[in-house]
T-cell receptor, first 111, second 115 residues
């Protein structure tokens, strides 16, 4: 069956460190992989998109990697800040237009 | 000011009642989506529409209905047939078609509670 797994429900890290979140998938052939941020009680906000033929994408303190052989994406936040505390969702887009979401990882950055 | 709006933010309903959740966008997007989010689960797709006057069932369409009479609007009706309707409902839109990665823009959500 198709599955998208994000490494853990919750991740706590110290301010200034790099947070690394993992997204693993099975039985999908995604054309794109996207990462979203969701704050409590609000809708997700798009952060980054990476295509199947791209290995890495960066945006300010964010970096995403995509390994279609391992069927895995890593999402890094460098120099993390308390304001980065949120739930982060990965989502796969296949040939159709729909997105399939993971359950999310709740990140807490401790001052 | 472009965006996607949902109303109401909180909604209470008695068992056996139908209720309609509003979703409006002024982003000129062709595609619109409805998701349901429950604690510990990812977003699950209820219905989606790639173009006006057309919509398709998602993974959990039973007990829900939609319409897409205008490009800007995609209301969701939660019917009394939905067995467990208490959840956080999210509407989203995207450019649609095969252009780009089709990142989705989400509304603020409606929290529905069935009493």
């Amino acid at each position: 069956s198709q599955k998208i797994e994000q490494n853990s429900e919750a991740l706590n890290i110290q301010e200034g460190k790099t947070a690394t979140l993992t997204c693993n998938y099975t039985n999908y052939s995604p054309a794109y992989l996207q990462w979203y941020r969701q704050d409590p009680g609000r809708g997700p906000v798009f952060l980054l998109l990476i295509r199947e033929n791209e290995k890495e994408k960066r945006k300010e303190r964010l970096k995403v990697t995509f390994d279609t052989t391992l069927k895995q994406s890593l999402f890094h936040i460098t120099a993390s800040q308390p304001a980065d505390s949120a739930t982060y969702l990965c989502a796969l887009r296949t040939g159709a237009n729909n997105l399939f979401f993971g359950t999310g990882t709740r990140l807490t950055v401790i001052p | 000011d472009g965006g996607i709006t949902q109303s109401p933010k909180y909604l209470f309903r008695k068992e056996g009642q139908n209720v309609t959740l509003s979703c409006e966008q002024n982003l000129n997007h062709d595609a619109m989506y409805w998701y349901r989010q429950d604690p510990g689960q990812g977003l699950r797709l209820i219905y989606y529409s790639q173009i006006v006057n057309d919509f398709q069932k998602g993974d959990i369409a039973e007990g829900y209905s939609v319409s897409r009479e205008k490009k800007e609007s995609f209301p969701l009706t939660v019917t009394s047939a939905q067995k467990n309707p208490t959840a956080f409902y999210l509407c989203a839109s995207s450019i649609g078609g095969r252009r780009g990665g089709n990142e989705q823009f989400f509304g603020p959500g409606t929290r529905l509670t069935v009493l």
